[in-house]
């Protein structure tokens, strides 16, 4: 089978692939990266570069050396296959993947010469970390892009990857506002910050909560004006330091699965009509409607009450008096082997009854209601929102996500139930559940009530990376915007995103969380967040110790995973610890007192 059209070959010529080790810091200086960027010469190119849309051709890297170095820059944009040049079949299994843009990262001349001869490859392009000569260019006619670069070391090959997938261009002025095509990756010297002072202010907090156990480590993502400026991972995935936390490393998103999960799906069934947020909940979920013999509780609470916890929903269920008796699995519902009655995976050798979901949706029609109209945060209709979307779409709610937000941004690890779908080394353990998986959980929902909803629920579930959320809440960030794609309308973005009842002292969004009132006035104890965010500001946090915030008076999106509930949940260190809010003001210290012009960057 020959590749089709646009295949695109990056050609690295290394003097040495050993210094490439993994990085988990951004590029060195502001100087450097500016001086190298000179050094990129276009010698000829098609409309192959850079690559604008994800979705158009499909995307494989074959590498020279360490398939892990290269990953830590490739998969900022995309989650791709990649292949080792070294190896004997890697063009059958480039072939057998349909791979439709080939991108090859070598240290071998004649393994461009080689290339060339390929039958299967149509059009190929070249980036050479080398200087060319006028005799080479024609050598290299054949191909139909040609790019070079004199200098070959990390920061040459993060900049490579950026300009091939369009986080910035060749003229890219770095110390201007990145009206954001694709997330770029600079110094922090590239907004006036200074990256020394953000690593030890940011690293003091981190290991004093590592040292306190408070988590095994963590991982934390800063973008400002478009551009990630602090990209770390601290400490380990547990506690006998075995595996060091990566920066592709996935995490159980906990709640912040509800604000990633179902609602931009909402959101888009708002912006085109099919959603009204003053109309009813029961006119999209039937289960929630008076009925001739059957009256119901929640027939007139409207969606925007329930987005904003103003329903008088109780805060949760207990499933366990159903699940178990005593320390024991109700056989009624469960099975150790799949099969068309038991689909829902609970774990490897355990599996739900399929028919328990409407055990689950009964059991939230007919709860309580509390007795006021106030602020009450619940879960519980979060965990209707897949089948609900489903049925408003007519398509399966994973699928909708996949194809509507998550493939078109390039946030391929954002899935639910990881397991198979990420490599097992990737994923961060939570709990060591004593009571309902009887096992440490890892790749599988931590929160009891997705599980039974066989891992998919709109209150939790989600899996993902930190920069693949980047991503998301980045086009949060841009109104709806991203990567020259309109997910959403700017009118949706901020009716979800502003205070729904402030009159009723709830200062939620419509999925969205929101400040404290008068954050700004107390400590950062006090504080929810970290007292400098602005009041147009909006995230969402999670029970496993995640936590994501958007502000647009400062441009900026951050996040912090970590895994707190390692191994146990009772573990209120992270919380006692103001962790979250102490390293999130940081940022908001640093944006608030620019640095003296003389002072020294980071070297390294």
Not at 280 to 287: I, K, R, V
Not at 514 to 525: E, Q, V, W, Y
Request: include cysteine; glycine fraction near 4%.
């Amino acid at each position: 089978m020959k590749i089709s059209r646009f295949i695109f070959v990056c050609l690295c010529l290394c003097l040495s692939l050993h210094g490439f080790a993994q990085e988990t810091t951004l590029l060195s200086t502001l100087d450097e990266f500016t001086e190298v960027q000179k050094q990129f010469k276009i010698h000829f190119k098609q409309n192959s570069l850079p690559i604008k849309d994800l979705e158009e051709n499909k995307i494989g890297f074959l590498v020279s050396g360490s398939e892990d170095e290269w990953s830590n820059l490739i998969y900022r944009y995309n989650h791709v296959p990649i292949y080792s040049i070294g190896s004997d079949h890697w063009l059958k299994d480039v072939t057998n993947d349909s791979i439709e843009h080939l991108i090859v990262i070598t240290d071998s001349l004649f393994a461009v010469q080689s290339l060339e001869k390929k039958q299967a490859l149509n059009i190929i392009s070249l980036i050479v970390f080398s200087e060319i000569n006028e005799t080479e260019e024609k050598a290299l006619l054949w191909a139909a892009n040609l790019l070079s670069c004199s200098v070959n070391n990390y920061t040459s090959h993060d900049l490579a990857i950026q300009l091939l997938f369009g986080a910035i261009s060749q003229d890219d002025d770095q110390s201007s506002s990145h009206d954001c095509f694709r997330l770029r990756y600079l110094p922090p010297e590239s907004i006036g910050l200074n990256n020394n002072q953000l690593k030890e202010s940011v690293s003091h907090v981190v290991e004093e909560a590592i040292t306190a156990q408070a988590f095994p480590g963590c991982r934390i993502l800063v973008a400002v004006k478009g551009t990630v400026i602090f990209n770390q991972c601290y400490g380990y995935h547990t506690y006998d330091k075995r595996t060091k936390v990566q920066l592709h490393d996935v995490y159980d998103l906990a709640s912040v699965t509800k604000i990633s999960g179902p609602l931009p799906l909402l959101m888009k069934a708002y912006d085109s009509g099919l959603m009204d947020l003053d109309r009813p909940f029961s006119q999209y979920w039937n289960d929630w409607r008076s009925k001739l013999f059957r009256r119901s509780n929640k027939d007139a609470m409207t969606v925007r009450q329930v987005l904003a916890h103003q329903a008088q929903l109780s805060p949760y269920i207990n499933y366990y008096p159903w699940l178990m008796k005593g320390q024991q699995y109700n056989e009624k519902f469960f099975s150790v082997n799949a099969s068309e009655q038991y689909q829902l995976k609970i774990d490897e050798h355990l599996y739900l009854s399929t028919k328990f979901k409407k055990t689950v949706y009964k059991a939230i029609r007919k709860s309580e209601l509390l007795p006021t109209a106030e602020y009450k945060y619940s879960g519980l209709s979060f965990m209707l929102y897949p089948q609900l979307l489903s049925d408003l779409y007519q398509k399966d709610y994973e699928q909708l996500l996949y194809d509507q937000f998550y493939k078109p941004l390039g946030a391929s690890s954002l899935v639910y139930n990881p397991i198979g779908k990420i490599k097992q080394s990737r994923i961060v353990p939570t709990e060591n559940d004593a009571n309902f998986r009887k096992k440490q959980i890892k790749g599988l929902v931590h929160d009891e009530a997705a599980a039974v909803m066989g891992g998919i629920s709109g209150n939790a579930g989600l899996f993902g990376s930190a920069d693949d959320l980047a991503k998301l809440l980045q086009m949060y960030l841009q109104k709806g915007w991203y990567n020259g794609v309109r997910y959403l309308t700017q009118q949706t973005v901020n009716e979800f995103t502003k205070v729904q009842f402030a009159e009723n002292d709830n200062r939620r969004g419509a999925g969205f969380d929101k400040p404290l009132f008068g954050n700004d006035t107390l400590s950062i104890k006090e504080s929810y967040p970290a007292p400098g965010v602005s009041k147009e500001s909006y995230g969402h946090s999670g029970y496993t110790g995640t936590f994501v915030w958007i502000d647009p008076k400062y441009e900026m999106v951050f996040i912090f995973l970590s895994n707190r509930v390692y191994p146990t949940r009772d573990n209120p260190l992270i919380y006692r610890m103001n962790v979250r809010p102490r390293i999130q003001q940081i940022f908001y210290d640093a944006l608030n007192t620019p640095i003296p012009t003389n002072l020294p960057v980071s070297p390294d």
